[in-house]
């Protein structure tokens, strides 16, 4: 059956990378659901260190809690009346109304629940309409420009020296809480001063002062739209992330000299991954990019493609003659029948393994 994931485990789904990015900024998030989504977001879906925001307190993640007659009769009223109880006891400086299929499958008007919302309440609403069947990264990035367009100020526009804007680093993109560290390191190692990662804990501010980056920097496909945004409002350029800072396998990538490769990830990691393999091997490899996620025809080569389904995957790797296989543990362990080196390249989105290392 098309679209059927018999072998690998389902995805993280668009909510859950909406709240990715949403739940350090000490907002209200309420996810427009009868209970299930809200669940597997808050308990399996983020890792725990992201679960707080920059004081260490506990997010506010709330479920609309609907039931089967306030999906029906669309109860906008009821659910903007539990949004104000929990925001008379919550200091927050935003709320964000998160969508799964729930309100997909009745057509509920987010951009009406915000004007009803914002009214009410008096603080910047976000509508975010995700829908459950998009991966996580629709909903990351649909978070990143909800928080710009929200957020984005153009009173200052004084360029801070020697600054870097980084999007698209979040948890589930990057199963290692040490990510960050070693991004704004590596970062700092080349001449930069102020590195600021959108969406970690404590980054609202960030948002605001977006316009003021020297430059921008995208880490996975779901940066690449925020950063495209803040370079048309404003001005200011990115690049793609050129070669990995953070991941696990790195070691045995100069051993791949004269192979035949494939490499599952996100685009801009296994592209980054590519190069490196790349300048190691004085570009002896023969190596394709594929993703089951977001497919930029701007970060991708001839040879690069697009998975639909498990069963494209399969496919790629029986058919593709391959030496080496680089991709999570759980894609690893869905071609048994694969001869080759397989090397193990972790994706939080997944598989929800943390990298310790």
Not at 24 to 47: E, H, K, M, R
Not at 204 to 226: D, H, I, Q, T
Request: hydrophobic residues 45%; charged residues 25%; proline residues 5%.
């Amino acid at each position: 059956m098309k679209g059927l994931h018999k072998i690998i485990f389902p995805f993280a789904p668009d909510q859950s990378g909406a709240v990715s990015v949403l739940a350090g900024l000490s907002g209200i998030i309420v996810i427009v659901d009868a209970g299930g989504c809200t669940g597997n977001i808050c308990g399996f879906d983020l890792p725990g260190w992201v679960q707080s925001d920059a004081s260490g307190k506990e997010p506010w993640i709330f479920s609309a809690g609907l039931r089967d007659m306030d999906a029906i009769f669309g109860r906008d009223r009821a659910l903007i009346d539990k949004l104000a109880k929990v925001a008379e006891h919550a200091d927050a400086p935003f709320a964000a109304l998160v969508g799964t299929p729930v309100p997909a499958t009745i057509g509920t008007d987010f951009g009406a629940l915000k004007k009803m919302a914002e009214k009410r309440l008096g603080i910047p609403v976000l509508a975010i309409d995700t829908n459950g069947a998009a991966w996580y990264d629709k909903g990351v990035e649909k978070a990143y420009l909800a928080l710009l367009d929200a957020f984005a100020e153009s009173d200052d526009r004084t360029v801070i020296d020697n600054s870097v804007g980084i999007f698209g680093l979040t948890s589930l993109d990057f199963g290692n809480r040490h990510a960050k560290e070693r991004l704004e390191s590596a970062l700092k190692g080349t001449g930069a001063d102020t590195v600021r990662v959108y969406g970690t804990p404590g980054s609202l501010s960030f948002f605001r002062e977006a316009g003021r980056m020297e430059k921008n920097l995208v880490v996975s496909p779901a940066g690449l739209a925020p950063a495209e945004y803040l370079q048309k409002k404003y001005g200011t350029p990115y690049s793609i992330l050129p070669e990995p800072f953070d991941t696990t396998g790195m070691e045995e990538d100069a051993a791949l000299s004269g192979k035949r490769i494939l490499i599952v990830h996100q685009q801009v990691m296994a592209d980054a991954r590519r190069n490196r393999i790349r300048r190691l091997t004085d570009a002896k490899a023969d190596i394709t990019c594929a993703t089951f996620f977001s497919f930029e025809k701007e970060l991708a080569e001839p040879s690069d493609m697009h998975l639909a389904d498990e069963d494209a995957y399969l496919s790629l790797v029986r058919n593709g003659h391959f030496d080496a296989v680089l991709a999570d543990e759980s894609l690893l362990a869905a071609i048994p029948f694969f001869t080759g080196s397989r090397i193990a390249f972790p994706h939080y989105a997944v598989s929800g393994k943390e990298e310790t290392a």
